[in-house]
T-cell receptor, first 114, second 110 residues
Framework: NAGVTQTPKFQVLKTGQSMTLQCAQD?????MYWYRQDPGMGLRLIYY?????TTDKGEVPNGYNVSRLNKREFSLRLESAAPSQTSVYFC?????WGGGQPQHFGDGTRLSIL | KNEVEQSPQNLTAQEGEFITINCSYS?????LHWLQQHPGGGIVSLFM???GKKKHGRLIATINIQEKHSSLHITASHPRDSAVYIC????????????FGQGTRLTINP
């Protein structure tokens, strides 16, 4: 009964390094999301995928890229990490885009950029 | 001004007290969500509502669409209720994206 699985859970990078955060869901959901959570701020949407084969920018997309590899997997890539990208990253999914269905969240990835 | 505002930002109470967390929003919505985030980070959906009131165990959520306001109540609070509670709305603009409040950190002391 995994739900939404994120890997890794923790990561420390040096400025300029690249890495990919992985997310997979086993609920056959169509829509998937990447958020970042910073102290004193609400969750902010980085990118989303309304359905397999589509991706769109959210509120704070600069410095990130995404890939919807298949229906289950949605990855977030930092090409050249910057200290401003230090944050907790959450992946989420829900049945479909639109409407008011609840989103299901992963446990988060704590990323520190030195 | 944030489109979703929660109050209070921090709340400390004694075990057994009745807790109320408020959420006000300024955009048109199709639904409002209450989420719970425990220390350690995982986020769980508690309620999704578009009108009226919902109850699950000791938790009650209400929404007043005309006043653009929602409340989350916890009856007979317990230390295990200590968490961050997040209000989020499905914004009817922007293709139904979720807009989040900053969260309310609740601490229940034994």
């Amino acid at each position: 009964n995994a739900g939404v699985t994120q890997t890794p859970k923790f990561q420390v990078l040096k400025t300029g390094q690249s890495m990919t955060l992985q997310c997979a869901q086993d609920m056959n959901h169509n829509s998937m999301y990447w958020y970042r959570q910073d102290p004193g701020m609400g969750l902010r949407l980085i990118y989303y995928s309304a359905s397999e084969g589509t991706t769109d920018k959210g509120e704070v997309p600069n410095g990130y890229n995404v890939s919807r590899l298949n229906k289950r997997e949605f990855s977030l890539r930092l090409e050249s990490a910057a200290p401003s990208q230090t944050s907790v990253y959450f992946c989420a999914s829900r049945t479909q885009w639109g409407g008011g269905q609840p989103q299901h969240f992963g446990d988060g990835t704590r990323l520190s950029i030195l | 001004k944030n489109e979703v505002e929660q109050s209070p930002q921090n709340l400390t109470a004694q075990e057994g007290e009745f807790i109320t967390i408020n959420c006000s929003y300024s955009v048109g919505i199709s639904a409002l969500h209450w989420l719970q985030q425990h220390p350690g980070g995982g986020i769980v959906s508690l309620f999704m509502l578009s009108s009226g009131k919902k109850k699950h165990g000791r938790l009650i959520a209400t929404i007043n669409i005309q006043e653009k306001h929602s409340s989350l109540h916890i009856t007979a609070s317990h230390p295990r209720d200590s968490a961050v509670y997040i209000c989020a709305v499905n914004d009817m603009r922007g293709a139904q994206k979720l807009v989040f409040g900053q969260g309310t950190r609740l601490t229940i002391n034994p």
